[in-house]
């Protein structure tokens, strides 16, 4: 048996045989009335009376609208009106007994966030996002039975400022974490060259320096050589980083040769795979366009994927540089045949100071900030970075830059297929021009 109310307060009940529920609705709505009448506003809150099981016997109007409705349907049930998520929850909070007040110490509380209980209810503006319950055993005086009622209050607010404060501190602690990575890896790629750099450099200055034989002072001269050469690079990677994602590293767009670029970037690269006997091959050049992009980056992203490429290859390996024309872009493709990654680091590649292998004990040294300056420098030409790999099969990285520069095209085309669709827009162009002309004259 259940009674739903229709938008009056004091509509009769639907079932009149039901006469401690109306005697308990009736007692309810005269306390509203008088707490609005000794302040001006009613103290009650938004209610809903439910039987032993938590079913709904009647809610009141205050209680409709913050739920989003203008009533509820003869098949309603109230938990169809609870985030599916909810329902568990709330279904217990009815059912259970208990003689607990509407506020003080031991109060009985739930939160849900309400739905509509079907497709062609709607769903009202100003309805609440999450609805707190608190619920008491009441009965009217003398009455037969006890019923369960429901207070509503929206919290709605104070949920959107938890959510807020949770994004706050996941935030932070991602920023903690960042901070100290960043510093465990700067400490660990600083001190490695510098000790280097000194511990050589002082066995040159001592005495013992002429104890050494010649090649030995000129290996330690090519160790502190080579130990500077790679702080430098750490350091250019870490000014660079910084100057893009502070929106301060500028590129000066030009038109040049980029199969002439690829060339001499894969020549100037040959230095670093000869010492593992990785062999270097191009493919696809000669159908390279002329591009417009800043040459000094392109090289840059460049060298920073070849030497990837070849750091994580085996001896004897291939590295691949492949390049194709799309349309009005141009795909660049890296490719090397050594350990590969696993299908979850993927998505993390890109990100400062991330590698695959994290551990301080890894086989392959390096900060991961060579893909992230990669990264920054495809972004600010309007390309994307792509990368498939497997484990222990290989890594292709695809970098796709567009031909006439992120704003277009800026220079005349010298291929005749695009002069010729030029030439016709613009004669389709004056045709239309012409013919507007025409009409205008009456002609």
Request: with cysteine.
């Amino acid at each position: 048996m259940a009674y739903y109310p229709s938008k009056r307060l004091n509509a009769p009940c639907k079932y009149s045989a039901d006469r401690d529920l109306r005697a308990l609705v009736r007692d309810l709505e005269r306390a509203a009335q008088l707490s609005a009448g000794t302040s001006g506003q009613s103290l009650v809150a938004p209610y809903s009376i439910h039987d032993d099981l938590g079913t709904l016997l009647y809610a009141c109007p205050n209680a409709l609208a913050m739920l989003g409705l203008e009533e509820f349907a003869s098949t309603d049930a109230f938990l169809d009106l609870v985030h599916v998520q909810d329902k568990v929850l709330i279904g217990h909070f009815l059912k259970a007994h208990d003689q607990l007040s509407f506020s003080g110490k031991g109060a009985s509380f739930a939160e849900f966030r309400p739905v509509s209980s079907n497709a062609n209810k709607k769903r009202l503006p100003g309805a609440a996002d999450w609805i707190e319950l608190t619920k008491k055993r009441m009965s009217t005086s003398g009455g037969r039975r006890e019923y369960t009622v429901v207070a509503y209050r929206d919290i709605s607010r104070r949920k959107a400022q938890e959510s807020e404060l949770v994004a706050l501190r996941d935030a932070a602690e991602m920023a903690s974490v960042a901070k100290s990575r960043f510093l465990a890896n700067m400490s660990h790629e600083l001190r490695t060259p510098l000790n280097a750099i000194l511990g050589f450099s002082e066995l040159l200055k001592s005495p013992l320096k002429e104890a050494l034989p010649a090649e030995k002072r000129t290996e330690y001269v090519g160790l502190i050589h080579d130990s500077a050469t790679h702080l430098y690079s750490f350091l250019n990677d870490i000014l660079d980083m910084s100057k893009i994602e502070t929106g301060k590293y500028e590129i000066f767009p030009q038109n040049f040769n980029l199969a002439d670029c690829v060339r001499n970037t894969v020549a100037i690269m040959q230095g670093q795979a000869q010492p593992s006997e990785i062999r270097l091959e191009c493919t696809g050049l000669d159908e390279l366009p002329e591009v417009i992009a800043d040459k000094r980056a392109v090289r840059q992203i460049l060298i920073n994927l070849i030497s990837n490429a070849i750091k994580f290859s085996d001896r004897a390996g291939i590295v691949r540089v492949m390049a194709e024309r799309r349309a009005r872009t141009v795909r660049l493709l890296i490719r090397d045949d050594g350990i590969g990654m696993s299908p979850e680091h993927l998505q993390s590649l890109g990100k400062p100071f991330f590698q695959a292998d994290s551990k301080y004990d890894r086989k392959y040294e390096g900060t991961g900030l060579g893909l992230s300056v990669v990264k920054g420098l495809v972004d600010l030409h309007g390309g994307s970075l792509e990368f498939k790999s497997e484990r222990n099969v290989g890594t292709t990285v695809m970098v796709t830059l567009p031909i006439y520069g992120r704003s277009g095209r800026s220079v005349p085309s010298t291929e005749q297929i695009e002069r010729v669709q030029a030439q016709s827009q613009k004669t389709a162009e004056e045709s239309t021009k012409l013919e507007t002309h025409l009409r205008i004259v009456g002609i």
